[in-house]
T-cell receptor, first 113, second 115 residues
Framework: NAGVTQTPKFQVLKTGQSMTLQCAQDMNHEYMSWYRQDPGMGLRLIHYSVGAGITDQGEVPNGYNVSRSTTEDFPLRLLSAAPSQTSVYFCASSYSRPAYEQYFGPGTRLTVT | AQTVTQSQPEMSVQEAETVTLSCTYD???????LFWYKQPPSRQMILVIR??????QNATENRFSVNFQKAAKSFSLKISDSQLGDTAMYFCAFTGNTNAGKSTFGDGTTLTVKP
């Protein structure tokens, strides 16, 4: 089991560029989420999905798009990067019960200049 | 909407001593789950312990235990016999039963264990 994988690990973008952060899990988890972590702060939910074809907004969705065409993959798209999106991004997955813990990927450190 | 508050941004403890990290939350749900996650300098998030709100008994995992006070909406983490490897950022998290795909995290407490 690879668990939750994220690519790339590091990325530098210029303002206005777009890109996709990849996330995949091989645990057959129904739920997947994207968080951002700013320095000295906790994780803030960007978007989440409760199954293939179903996504919903979290706390800070503006500037990001997601889709979930398969159970395994949950890519996060930055439409037009802004310096305010400089952050560490984590993808997480879990089984479809609130009792279950989330498994996190290693994170992507994104810098927007 | 749920909120999770960790009022101690930083704490330190001597090796082998005991430390307690605080967490309070606010929710209108009656059934929910609370978690403590650890994030060491490697950045990898790891589950430390979980508590089901309907269980009165406090959860325990080896040196880690919680003090869950449902009426006060308080969920503190006690680390006994602190070890250098416990140095990390600790996050309290809430997941409600009505929308289990959506979790709320606190801002974290940075714990330093001193030799």
């Amino acid at each position: 089991n690879a668990g939750v994988t994220q690519t790339p690990k590091f990325q530098v973008l210029k303002t206005g560029q777009s890109m996709t952060l990849q996330c995949a899990q091989d645990m057959n988890h129904e739920y997947m989420s994207w968080y951002r972590q700013d320095p000295g702060m906790g994780l803030r939910l960007i978007h989440y999905s409760v199954g293939a074809g179903i996504t919903d907004q979290g706390e800070v969705p503006n500037g990001y798009n997601v889709s979930r065409s398969t159970t395994e993959d949950f890519p996060l798209r930055l439409l037009s990067a802004a310096p305010s999106q400089t952050s560490v991004y984590f993808c997480a997955s879990s089984y479809s019960r609130p009792a279950y813990e989330q498994y996190f990927g290693p994170g992507t450190r994104l810098t927007v200049t | 909407a749920q909120t999770v508050t960790q009022s101690q941004p930083e704490m330190s403890v001597q090796e082998a001593e005991t430390v307690t990290l605080s967490c309070t939350y606010d929710t209108s749900e009656s059934n929910y789950y609370l978690f403590w996650y650890k994030q060491p300098p490697s950045r990898q998030m790891i589950l430390v312990i979980r508590q089901e709100a309907y269980k009165q008994q406090n959860a325990t995992e080896n040196r880690f235990s919680v003090n869950f006070q449902k009426a006060a909406k308080s969920f503190s983490l006690k680390i006994s016999d602190s070890q250098l490897g416990d140095t990390a950022m600790y996050f309290c998290a809430f997941t409600g039963n009505t929308n289990a795909g959506k979790s709320t995290f606190g801002d974290g407490t940075t714990l330093t264990v001193k030799p």
